[in-house]
């Protein structure tokens, strides 16, 4: 799946079925999930393992059959541990507002009239082992959502493998979803002021932007704060609240995972790789890429 652009700039499906379908493993080149946010809606089911997600200001430990929804133009980012999720990316207004009937509905969602509840659980958790911080925007209680989770694995069965009526399928499961969750009430009224979370988001993805742009060259701290507006000292803490890794631990993780990408998809000798992504010295690219991927590079390229 293509996690590498903080405002993702690809299509997701084609324009008569605006619905892309991606399956990521352990083996897949963008495993982890770097911020990144695009203007299409996204359903996630864990398959296996654990995926901790981060919504904006809101962080989620999913479990194995767990669903997860993010909205249009919310940041997220997540790490997988022993896991194996599927995801469905689409185009919200080019899906389901072919009829009047269903428009009023769908402009609730698009003018965030409303906001959705991010995350179905599969198994509703203790009272004592809370799976996601305690924020706006969550059930405030734990649920039965076996209605939604049947719909949504209908949406993965027929869309996983294209078939002859797959598109009808996908589109039927996918109207039933949205059925669901105005029936049960799985959304809360939007305030008119952005949340705290919200703001401080919105206010970094400048600089995330400009880090998908020059992470090949010379990227400073200062260049950074001073993109947000900040002081140095600031701006560290102000980025690491909301990203949960300092700046400069984020920049080089960025660029390990393109690293990633480009020893998938090329041959091209290391040095080439690492002078492609920010890093002038080739040795400190091997241990750069061994802290976060846990391999040398030579080793991630052989095993793929």
Request: hydrophobic residues 35%.
């Amino acid at each position: 799946m293509h996690y590498l652009d903080y405002n993702e700039k690809i299509e997701h499906g084609t324009p008569d079925f605006p619905i892309a379908f991606y399956h990521v493993d352990e083996h897949h080149s963008r495993y982890n999930m770097p911020f990144h946010w695009h203007k299409e809606m996204e359903l996630i089911q864990v398959q296996s393992g654990f995926l901790r997600l981060y919504l904006d200001d809101r962080e989620i430990l999913a479990r194995t059959g767990d669903v997860i929804l993010i909205e249009e133009g919310v940041i997220h980012g997540g790490i997988p541990e022993h896991c194996v999720y599927e995801c469905a990316v689409f185009d919200l207004k080019a899906t389901l507002m072919h009829t009047d009937a269903c428009k009023k509905y769908i402009r609730l969602i698009s003018r965030h009239q409303i906001q959705l509840y991010p995350y179905f659980q599969a198994v509703p958790p203790k009272e004592t082992a809370p799976s996601v911080s305690s924020l706006p925007g969550i059930s405030p209680a734990p649920k039965d959502y076996t209605r939604l989770l049947r719909a949504v694995e209908r949406l993965f069965d027929a869309i996983r493998y294209p078939h002859a009526g797959s598109e009808l399928s996908t589109l039927g499961a996918l109207y039933e979803i949205f059925g669901c969750l105005f029936e049960e009430e799985y959304y809360t009224p939007a305030t008119d002021a952005p949340a705290s979370g919200q703001k401080k988001m919105d206010q970094l993805k400048p600089v995330l932007e400009y880090i998908d742009s020059n992470y090949s060259g010379t990227v400073t701290l200062t260049d950074l704060s001073r993109i947000a507006g900040m002081t140095p000292k600031y701006f560290c803490r102000y980025f690491r609240a909301a990203i949960h890794r300092t700046p400069m631990d984020y920049l080089n993780y960025y660029r390990i995972e393109r690293a990633c990408y480009i020893l998938s998809t090329t041959e091209l000798p290391v040095t080439d790789v690492a002078y492609q992504c920010g890093f002038n010295d080739s040795s400190y690219f091997v241990k750069t890429f061994r802290k976060y991927m846990g391999v040398t590079p030579k080793q991630y390229a052989l095993r793929l």
